[in-house]
């Protein structure tokens, strides 16, 4: 079952716009993982955040965690074309007696020139 | 470094015939995974393993679904006999340790697209 489901499925912005991507989790998490996958590709890690942080930065990227809510958003401000890619949440879940990655459905983000 | 190298990248079979699937995880990464992605399931763990030993398997949809280790720098995973239901893209992901609960992220291959006819 899905642990993280972003929202929303799809995002259409121009390029210089922000764009943010909301996820949401149902059980208690170590870590939150953002990845991106571009059409074609395999998904790339782009930001973790640990459950004791609530808000964390990498270049244009900014990541929120808030576990009261169990949520997390991805900020990625002053987008470029080269942002259109899927983007996806991904939080620790216990299988087997270790830790795996459990993704969500992904959020298309569309960047216009 | 090369990256997690998936091959083939593309495949294109019948129904019924066997398909496998190969990796190569990034040299030093001690754990592997299976992945496969649809648009209905999203991105769907298989298998997993840690130091070539398969820890859990509960993922594979079926008994037609088998996955090997044989070393640390070589994974197959092989659909036997194929259905079009598993047409689907593929991906191998390594990472250093099994430990995501202290923050291991992952490295995914390309990916392979399979098209079972």
């Known amino acids: 079952s899905q642990q993280g489901e972003e929202d929303p499925q799809a995002l259409s912005i121009q390029e210089g716009e922000n764009a943010t991507m909301n996820c949401s989790y149902k059980?208690?998490?170590?870590?939150l993982q953002w990845y991106r996958q571009n059409s074609g590709r395999g998904l790339v890690h782009l930001i973790l955040?640990?459950?004791?942080?609530r808000e964390k930065h990498s270049g244009r990227l900014r990541v929120t965690l808030d576990t009261s809510k169990k949520s997390s958003s991805l900020l990625i401000t002053a987008s470029r074309a080269a942002d259109t890619a899927s983007y996806f949440c991904?939080?620790?879940?216990?299988?087997?007696?270790?830790?795996?990655?459990?993704f969500g459905k992904g959020t298309m983000l569309l960047v216009s020139p | 470094d090369a990256g997690v190298i998936q091959s083939p990248r593309h495949e294109v079979t019948e129904m019924g015939q066997e398909v496998t699937l190969r990796c190569k995880p990034i040299?030093?990464?001690?754990?592997l995974f299976w992945y496969r992605q649809t648009m209905m399931r999203g991105l769907e763990l298989l298998i997993y393993?840690?130091?070539?030993?398969?820890?859990?398997d509960s993922g594979m949809p079926e008994d037609r679904f088998s996955a090997k280790m044989p070393n640390a720098s070589f994974s197959t995973l092989k659909i036997q006999p194929s259905e079009p239901r598993d047409s689907a893209v593929y991906f191998c992901?390594?990472?250093?340790?099994?430990?995501?609960?202290?923050?291991?992220?992952?490295?995914f291959g390309p990916g392979t697209r399979l098209l079972v006819l």
């Open positions: 393993f840690n130091n070539n030993v398969p820890i859990d």
């Open positions: 040299s030093g990464h001690n754990s």
């Open positions: 992901a390594s990472s250093i340790r099994l430990a995501v609960a202290k923050g291991e992220t992952q490295y």
């Open positions: 059980t208690s998490i170590n870590n």
């Open positions: 991904a939080t620790d879940a216990l299988n087997s007696g270790y830790s795996t990655l459990t």
């Open positions: 955040i640990r459950s004791n942080e």
